[in-house]
């Protein structure tokens, strides 16, 4: 088989949309910077009627209930609406823009509708049911089986075996929660966006690091303001909040964050609190509740356990709540330090408020290991995080990474090969480093393409979107300043390369389980979490460390503090997650046809943190009108999959630190080619527990993870 990058279109072209970019890349790379909101609609809505059109074949009685005559056709068409409205919901997310928000609205009802449509195609169910049931069936390789499996299993979820009337029903409540998500993350954006802080006097800037400062004054000069400014965006406000020694700074500035989109923002002069999320919330959740109990489920909790690794609500919520006690413990002590030192060595009269935790934690930090974050930060600029990065992937997996020249959406955004032992490229992928306005937060990988062998034999090669929110390069005495990024920023990067490699590295030719495709969603983060790992090694901080100044890489005494540090107050760190894992999933599993009348999703989210966790929850804090993961970024009934897919990460990481003890390194090779080949190259053709069993050899054990947190 050879391994291609076609630029060939799967049909031919009206010569009226032979220029328009969504459609003339065909299998290669769209041109990014040539799309305009205006190629949106003609192109999305052709690429919907081919679509269709496919369906009306793949459902006609002549056509034969196969492999080559049923799914291949229809994954073809389908996969080439699904990539272009990719596309489209990329650049939404990376270059957001009034215009280009209106036109993705404008079509979001239509493609949401016809996916919609699809899961509930009965005649499409009947044909694929045939093929499961025929000779053709047990021809097939493992993969293909699998893929008409998961088939199976959507259409019975997307509501195919509903009657007319309820399928209309079931339509109309996938739209509007597309339309509800969307406008979720848009609030969240734009309340990010609009916050701006000016400061006039240099006395106020006490504590923070060079480098923030010199980002501050940028700021202003961008928005044409006098001074410094802050943002909303996580690498201006979290300094403020860790390093400033105004505490009138750091109180405003955290009012604005944990107020976002809720009912206690600031107007932002726009006159009306239209990014108010919590309507939303409510009617997301009443809509997902009604789309549960239509397919026959008590809640929409056991509903999103269908293609999951956990077997029960009860189940779930009993392995949370068990990750509490054994936590607790820890996290009591950890609150118990930090109120004692803030009182003792910060003298904070009214006591330790909400907007003093992260200066007093590093104060602590500080004072306890002998080293602060930003002086560790200055250790890792971004080229040389990557080049340490690149380096683990090719010891432990066989492969090169090259820089690429592919079209791209920003300036900021560089693009790499992944090419195999051979000198073959076996997948490509993007990076997009920096925070900038416009650009959804935090830190994300999304299938750009995925792998599949086409019809002619060729195989079409994964591509992948690498997104994170660093500080950008700041000019200081007039020369720009290599790109510095905080060990945590190192983490981020670690963990969404794995996720990457889960993509990019699959072995599997059949779209549907191919790289992350299939994979049971409280196992999608084994590979990113598992590679988190690597960023406490020293033969590893070794390599990806250089000082910015000196080019020194990091001293071993350093990190030696570094690890003593490592589990720094990761009690209440864990309590916190189990509490936000815990409100999602009780969001999703308690409401039900007795469920407490007019009980909010944050009054639930107080009495979860009041039971576990240990740190006050600000009265303000509106958290929960920012939690995008599950309303608006697929986790809904699946933030616990974090915490699931840490005790098989934690686990595999253990094989590495097993072979260490025989050969000196984790990144030994031969292990590392048995992870690939049992975790990353299988992707969802077979269950995670059996790819886990595979690798493993045995069950999955919680004892690592409690070891490296420091909770055993």
């Known amino acids: 088989m050879t391994r291609t990058f076609p630029q060939t279109q799967p049909f031919e072209l009206p010569s009226s949309l032979q220029n328009n970019p969504l459609l003339s890349f065909g299998r290669g790379i769209p041109a990014y910077s040539n799309i305009q909101p205006d190629h949106i609609a003609p192109a999305i809505k052709y690429l919907l009627k081919q679509a269709q059109e496919a369906v009306e074949v793949a459902t006609n009685p002549e056509t034969a209930s196969t492999w080559e005559q049923l799914v291949e056709p229809l994954e073809d068409a389908s996969e080439y609406l699904g990539r272009s409205w990719g596309v489209i919901s990329h650049l939404n997310?990376?270059?957001?823009?009034?215009?280009?928000?209106?036109?993705?609205?404008?079509?979001?009802?239509?493609?949401?509708?016809?996916?919609?449509?699809?899961g509930q195609n009965l005649g499409l169910y009947e044909k694929y049911k045939d093929l499961h049931k025929s000779a053709d069936f047990r021809k097939l390789n493992v993969a293909q089986k699998r893929v008409i499996e998961n088939s199976l299993r959507d259409f019975r979820m997307g509501g195919a075996e509903l009657s007319d009337s309820e399928k209309t029903r079931f339509g109309q409540i996938q739209d509007e929660q597309a339309i509800l998500g969307k406008a979720f993350s848009d609030h969240v954006l734009d309340a990010t966006d609009a916050f701006v802080h000016a400061i006039s006097y240099?006395?106020?800037?006490?504590?923070?690091?060079?480098?923030?400062?010199?980002?501050?004054?940028d700021t202003a000069k961008q928005k044409g303001l006098n001074g410094w400014a802050f943002t909303l965006h996580f690498p201006s406000y979290y300094p403020v909040m860790q390093y400033s020694e105004n505490r009138k700074l750091r109180q405003l500035m955290y009012d604005a964050y944990v107020t976002r989109a809720s009912e206690l923002a600031p107007h932002y002069g726009n006159g009306k609190l239209d990014w108010d999320n919590t309507n939303n919330i409510s009617d997301q959740l009443h809509l997902r509740h009604e789309e549960a109990k239509?397919?026959?489920?008590?809640?929409?909790?056991?509903?999103?356990?269908?293609?999951?690794?956990?077997k029960s609500v009860d189940e779930v919520d009993l392995f949370l709540c068990d990750?509490?006690?054994?936590?607790?413990?820890?996290?009591?002590?950890?609150?118990?330090?930090?109120?004692?030192y803030a009182k003792s060595e910060l003298h904070l009269i009214d006591g330790l408020q909400p907007w003093d935790i992260a200066f007093a934690s590093e104060r602590l930090k500080q004072a306890r290991y002998a080293f602060s974050e930003n002086e560790l930060k200055q250790y890792f600029p971004l080229p040389k995080v990557l080049d340490g990065l690149f380096h683990v992937i090719q010891t432990l997996f066989d492969v090169k990474i090259e820089s690429t020249n592919l079209p791209t959406w920003h300036t900021d955004v560089e693009s790499f090969a992944v090419k195999n032992a051979t000198n073959d490229i076996v997948?490509?992928?993007?990076?997009?480093?920096?925070?900038?306005?416009?650009?959804?937060?935090?830190?994300?990988?999304d299938d750009a393409r995925g792998r599949r062998e086409l019809p002619n034999g060729e195989i079409q090669v994964p591509v992948a979107y690498l997104v994170c929110n660093f500080a950008p390069p700041v000019k200081v005495d007039g020369v720009l300043r290599q790109p510095t990024i905080?060990?945590?920023?190192?983490?981020?990067?670690?963990?969404?390369?794995?996720?990457?490699?889960?993509h990019l590295l699959t072995q599997v030719g059949s779209l549907g389980v191919s790289g992350i495709n299939g994979v049971e969603w409280d196992a999608v983060e084994l590979p990113s979490q598992f590679m988190e790992n690597f960023c406490w090694e020293w033969e590893v901080l070794e390599?990806?460390?250089?000082?910015?100044?000196?080019?020194?890489?990091?001293?071993r005494e350093l990190f030696e503090k570094m690890i003593l540090a490592r589990n720094f107050q990761n009690g209440y760190m864990t309590l916190r997650q189990i509490v936000m894992s815990l409100t999602d999933w009780r969001l999703h599993s308690r409401l039900n046809d007795k469920n407490v009348p007019g009980q909010s999703a944050l009054e639930l989210s107080r009495i979860i943190a009041d039971e576990y966790n240990v740190v006050p929850q600000a009265e303000i804090s509106r958290w929960i009108n920012t939690f995008t993961h599950i309303f608006s970024g697929g986790y809904a009934a699946g933030y616990y999959s974090y915490k699931w897919a840490e005790v098989l990460s934690a686990d595999a990481y253990s094989a590495f630190e097993e072979a260490a003890k025989l050969t000196g390194t984790v990144l030994d090779k031969a292990t590392g080619l048995r992870y690939k080949k049992a975790i990353l190259e299988v992707g969802g053709s077979r269950p995670a527990a059996e790819s886990f069993m595979a690798f493993r050899g045995r069950e999955p054990s919680i004892e690592p993870l409690l070891r490296h947190g420091g909770l055993a």
């Open 93 to 118: 997310s990376v270059v957001d823009t009034p215009a280009l928000r209106s036109a993705y609205g404008e079509m979001l009802p239509e493609v949401t509708a016809f996916f919609s449509s699809l």
């Open 202 to 217: 240099q006395s106020e800037l006490a504590g923070l690091p060079e480098d923030v400062i010199v980002a501050a004054a």
């Open 294 to 310: 239509m397919l026959g489920f008590e809640n929409y909790a056991a509903l999103s356990l269908a293609p999951k690794m956990a």
């Open 323 to 340: 990750f509490a006690k054994k936590a607790k413990p820890f996290a009591e002590k950890d609150w118990q330090e930090l109120c004692e």
């Open 427 to 445: 997948a490509y992928f993007y990076l997009d480093p920096y925070a900038r306005p416009g650009k959804r937060g935090g830190a994300w990988m």
């Open 486 to 502: 905080t060990h945590d920023d190192v983490i981020t990067l670690f963990h969404e390369s794995g996720h990457g490699l889960h």
């Open 543 to 555: 390599k990806i460390t250089a000082h910015i100044e000196t080019g020194k890489p990091l001293p």
